[in-house]
């Protein structure tokens, strides 16, 4: 494939609608768009909005599963030389009037309701919005219910009807390829959720090298559960497919017995999501009875043994991904098919084409030698900043123009990058620091542990003593001696976890993308005592 010559969302519509207009693009509710006729609906969705006064330079969010009319709302904003907002699906009334007033929305597209969350009765608890969203002024809603003066979904298409093609050729026009059209919220588990700003080259740029790394090719297709709003899910996945011409094969909320249904029905050749969802399918009734040889790569992030899980569902060539949203999702992914079987999931791979990324020392901010563990930092690609925050802005960069992830990881000899947890993870002990990681990776390498996580837990000695939080493989029963004893042999004494908790996987605690919330693991040792 060529790479698209595009570098704005909407030129790259036109050009693939161009390229492969018969080639399907996206799938889902019963729904199905090729290239050409996506961007024909995108197009006459785009003229509504513009009847709205929706148009350059405003911002609307969206608030749905993983419908068809997320994906239609998104890149009709971005056509329009707007800012897309997504919100988390699983936002609270006091997370969902933060984000609409911070990112000034003057829109907001919602769904009645998904899954427990009734938006309906959120955007009524927001009120009165003059006071607590002052900025917002148009509403449209998916669903059967609407909320005040909401318009249907449906109804913009039809306000847009007689709006000249001229619109829309004159945003398109008016892009350019540093316009910021994404604002992202991340979780915001510490803190209040920061707005990270998204550019349209690197959507494109970023996602191409991301694409090339898994081997996606023209009509390849995607099983999609993971949530759009989610870096993953709008980032990484829609323009690695868009930009490959391939095709979103979308599931509204992910459950197992449908996932499969899906990816069998719908030869998904590629596999976007975690482990514990591979995990799920493959231990549903269903399983045996379904096809899923289709798939064939994808993304994923965990340890190689989860990442087997991936394996076994039938994606012999997952890649193991590695990013942030700051980083337009991925900045290393190990390629699934070429790489040597030794690196492909114990480390991240290498930085994607165009990404310019080094590894420091935390105090001195010099490159650390190959093989040693420092904080990784990135210069390309990366967001231009965080809406709105100065103060994180200027926390986040180095002086020389360097974002800092937080991230601590070290290169091997070939150029590999293995991530070794975050900087706030690791644990001081006794006055010595240690990290999560390596002390997990001992941990996970014992017959009879499926998972392990280390954090700190507080000690009125030593301040901190390490604990480790431990997942057995199903029908064992680890014993903490023999484990013990074990890591005395690979471990120095202060690594050594002095508190152990063996749980069932289901118990973790999870934030609301489906990652294990670390700041919580602590308190499994306070209900243990």
Same mark, same amino acid.
């Given at each position: ?10 030129? $790259?519509?036109?050009?693939? *609608?161009?390229? !492969? /207009? =018969? ?8 729904? %199905? ?79 009645d309701r998904f899954l427990k969350y009734d938006y309906v009765a959120m955007l009524g608890e927001i ?11 148009? $509403?449209?809603?998916?669903? *059967?219910?609407? !909320? /005040? =003066? ?8 039809? %306000? ?116 514990n969802m591979a995990q799920a399918m493959v231990e549903h009734p269903d399983f045996a009875n379904r096809d899923t040889s289709s798939l064939r790569s994808g993304g994923t992030v965990g ?227």
């Open positions: 494939m060529e790479m698209p010559q595009a570098r704005t969302v909407s030129g $790259l519509l036109i050009e693939q *609608a161009e390229r !492969y /207009g =018969d080639i399907e693009a996206l799938v889902g509710a019963g729904q %199905r768009y090729t290239y050409a006729s996506l961007w024909q609906r995108v197009r006459a969705f785009a003229k509504g909005l513009s009847t709205l006064g929706i148009g350059r330079g405003s911002r609307v969010a969206i608030l749905m599963g993983n419908e068809p009319e997320w994906i239609i709302a998104d890149l009709a904003i971005c056509t329009l030389g707007g800012t897309m907002v997504a919100v988390n699906t699983w936002v609270t009334t006091r997370e969902l009037a933060y984000i609409l007033k911070h990112s000034d929305a003057d829109g907001l597209v919602f769904a009120e009165p919005f003059a006071e607590n969203v002052p900025r917002l002024k148009t $509403l449209i809603h998916h669903g *059967a219910r609407g !909320y /005040g =003066d909401s318009i249907p979904f449906d109804e913009i298409f039809e %306000r847009g009807r007689d709006v000249p093609d001229s619109v829309i050729d004159d945003a398109v026009a008016a892009s350019l390829p540093d316009d910021i059209v994404y604002l992202l919220y991340t979780s915001g588990s510490t803190s209040t959720p920061k707005g990270v700003q998204i550019q349209n080259y690197g959507l494109i740029e970023n996602m191409w090298a991301l694409g090339n790394r898994m081997h996606v090719v023209p009509g390849d297709r995607l099983w999609l559960a993971v949530s759009l709003y989610w870096g993953l899910g709008c980032e990484n996945a829609l323009f690695n497919l868009l930009t490959h011409a391939g095709c979103v094969v979308l599931q509204s909320a992910f459950e197992p017995g449908e996932a499969l249904r899906l990816i069998e029905e719908e030869r998904c050749t590629l596999f976007y999501g975690t482990a340890s190689p043994d989860q990442i087997a899980r991936v394996i076994q569902l039938g994606a012999k060539e997952i890649c193991h991904i590695y990013g942030l949203t700051e980083t337009y999702g991925n900045c290393n992914v190990s390629d699934g098919r070429l790489d040597p079987p030794d690196k492909r999931h114990a480390s991240v791979g290498r930085p994607l084409e165009g990404v310019v990324q080094r590894i420091v020392d935390r105090d001195t901010g010099e490159p650390v030698r190959t093989g040693e563990v420092g904080e990784v930092q990135v210069k390309r690609f990366v967001m231009c900043g965080y809406y709105k925050d100065e103060e994180k802005n200027r926390e986040a960069y180095t002086e020389d123009g360097w974002f800092r992830t937080g991230d601590l990881g070290f290169y091997d000899e070939d150029g590999y990058l293995y991530f070794r947890g975050r900087i706030k993870e690791m644990i001081k002990t006794g006055g010595i620091n240690v990290a999560p990681a390596e002390v997990e990776e001992r941990l996970m390498a014992i017959p009879g542990i499926k998972l392990a996580y280390v954090v700190g837990v507080p000690d009125a000695v030593r301040d901190e003593v390490i604990g480790a939080v431990i997942i057995p493989e199903p029908g064992t029963t680890p014993d903490q001696t023999a484990i013990s004893t074990r890591l005395k042999a690979e471990l120095a004494a202060y690594k050594m976890p002095r508190r152990y908790c063996f749980i069932a996987e289901r118990d973790l605690p999870l934030t609301t993308t489906g990652k294990v919330h670390k700041t919580k693991l602590p308190d499994l040792f306070a209900s243990a005592d």
